[in-house]
């Protein structure tokens, strides 16, 4: 038996590797721009943004008295639907990849779910600040036109900081509905969560602050639509204030928001 001997030549060098980039971050929240209004539950919703902001502004113009056409009625006109849409998307955003069974295709493509989780939470606020952008500019042409057909002064009675904590107020609106889809991942079940810690719980702390007078001072610690209401009306101002703002958020956001993330990263994806 003889041994047979492979020339060095004759060996074919391995290919090279390719590396293999990860997705950027930015094209992940184009991704989830794009998802978030490609389905027609999403697309009604940002349609009817504007819409609102219009239809509001209108409201305004035809129902208010003289004295109150002010940048500070349009403002309060369009705040209430603003308060309760950009939650829904919020909520629809981050609950697709269940609600539309696409959870295995996105994880399978990004591994990483907290980049996945990262990308929504960016997108959403995108579309938070550009919502309330549009309806600021939809109402200040609303107070231009209403000053102008009326022949009245334009009044404008918000000041840059109280805009700022209207936009703050719906981002934590944002924030909330967010937090529940992350905890539930189910559009429906967050999305009468929503109703129930923003309509139903606030009532029950307030007459519970009613009829005990120990919690009437521990109310605004706890009651986030307490603080998010100060925030719309622009009043959050001394540092009392902001650390109720700061608790209210920790106990209804940061809490929750940790405990569904480390639940989301360890579900079945089906």
Do not use: C, H
Not at 121 to 128: D, I, K, N, R, S
Not at 191 to 200: A, R
């Amino acid at each position: 038996m003889t041994a047979t001997t492979i020339s060095p030549d004759t060996i074919e060098a391995a290919p090279a590797r390719r590396t293999i980039r990860p997705i950027p971050t930015t094209r992940l929240v184009k991704i989830e721009l794009r998802k978030m209004f490609n389905t027609r539950a999403g697309l009604w919703m940002l349609i009817s943004i504007g819409v609102l902001s219009v239809v509001a502004t209108g409201a305004v113009l035809i129902f208010a008295p003289d004295t109150e056409i002010t940048y500070g009625s349009f403002a309060a006109a369009f705040g209430f639907p603003m308060s309760v849409i950009l939650p829904m998307i919020a909520i629809l955003g981050v609950t697709s990849e269940w609600s539309q069974r696409s959870g295995l295709t996105t994880f399978t493509l990004v591994p990483s779910r907290g980049r996945v989780i990262g990308a929504k939470a960016l997108a959403t606020l995108v579309v938070g600040v550009a919502s309330m952008a549009v309806a600021f500019a939809v109402g200040a042409v609303g107070n231009l036109l209403g000053s102008s057909i009326l022949g009245l002064d334009t009044v404008w009675d918000i000041s840059l900081a109280t805009a700022a904590q209207i936009l703050l107020g719906n981002l934590v609106g944002m924030a909330i509905g967010f937090t529940l889809g992350a905890v539930l991942r189910n559009s429906a079940a967050a999305i009468v969560g929503y109703f129930v810690v923003s309509l139903v719980l606030p009532g029950i702390l307030a007459l519970l602050a009613q009829a005990r007078d120990w919690f009437a001072d521990l109310q605004p610690w706890i009651d986030w639509n307490y603080t998010q209401v100060t925030l719309f009306d622009g009043g959050t101002d001394t540092a009392r204030e902001w650390a109720m703002l700061g608790t209210t958020t920790a106990i209804w956001i940061v809490a929750p928001l940790v405990i569904g993330l480390l639940s989301l990263r360890r579900s079945e994806v089906k």
